[in-house]
């Protein structure tokens, strides 16, 4: 089973949840719910559609690529991919990937506001998404760590850390490659995001990135699932306007 059917199915089951609540205060007898009965009843197939979507196992799969990624994490749980053609050559798209900051992403500090209530709700410290450094910037504190880079080609990024939790949990400190490597607790996930370059005819370059995340504990996968279903459609979006920056980067610089 793919991540899409179990995102398809949260997303239906709360669309579903939301038109059945809605009914229960004012029955939409133009969709066909004309009385809290039956009001009644679409919530809960909204609700249980929901909770078969989160619940929806996450198999391993593996990669036979012979991109960088694939030699840091060939087996994954979950993954997500995004391109974008962009009018400039590899090289000038990689120098300037590299520079992009939280401030440049469209929407980021808003989904980050989103994403970090809960955790300002409890009284839990929240990290500054305004900050000018660059995103691919790695922070070894901070759980993340650069893996392998092949300038023009590829750069691909190391992170760990319990990513479900309000706060984003306390993240583990990692100095190289071969930390994020031999990192094996059970209630910790892993990822890697990935960058990479391929060119095209007339001038214009695809730029791709890829995340993948691989949960060693089945508890760990299931609350994962849970949480990756849920954030999934504020997930794409930053990615697709992360790209959009590079993007604007890329082709106005000379």
Known sequence: MSDGLGIALVYAGLLTGLLGLVSLLRPLKFLRIPTRRKAAIVLGLGLATC????????????SAGNQLIDRFM???????????LIRAPPD????????????????????????????RLVGLPVR???????????????GSVLLAEEHPRE????????????????????????????FDRPDHAKATMSFWLHEEVGGWSRL???????????????????????????????????????????????
């Open 92 to 119: 000038r798209i990689f120098r300037e990937m590299q520079s992009v900051t939280p401030g440049e992403v469209r929407w980021l500090r808003t989904l980050v506001w989103i994403r970090s209530a809960p955790a």
């Open 208 to 254: 791709t990135t890829e995340t993948r995340v691989f949960t060693p504990d089945p508890s760990v996968r299931r609350k994962f699932a849970v949480y990756w279903r849920l954030i999934y459609p504020g997930s794409a979006l930053i990615r697709r306007m992360w790209l959009e920056a590079i993007k604007q980067r890329a082709e106005a610089a000379t």
């Open 74 to 84: 060939p087996e994954y749980h979950f993954r997500e991919v995004h391109s974008i």
């Open 155 to 182: 750069l691909v990024l190391g992170l760990v850390g319990p990513f479900w939790k309000p706060a984003g949990g306390p993240r583990p400190r990692l100095e190289g490659p071969q930390d994020f490597l031999i």
């Open 51 to 62: 909770l078969l979507g989160m619940a929806l196992p996450a198999p391993v799969r593996r």
């Open 128 to 142: 500054p998404s305004g900050e000018p450094r660059p995103l691919l910037r790695p922070e070894p504190g901070g």
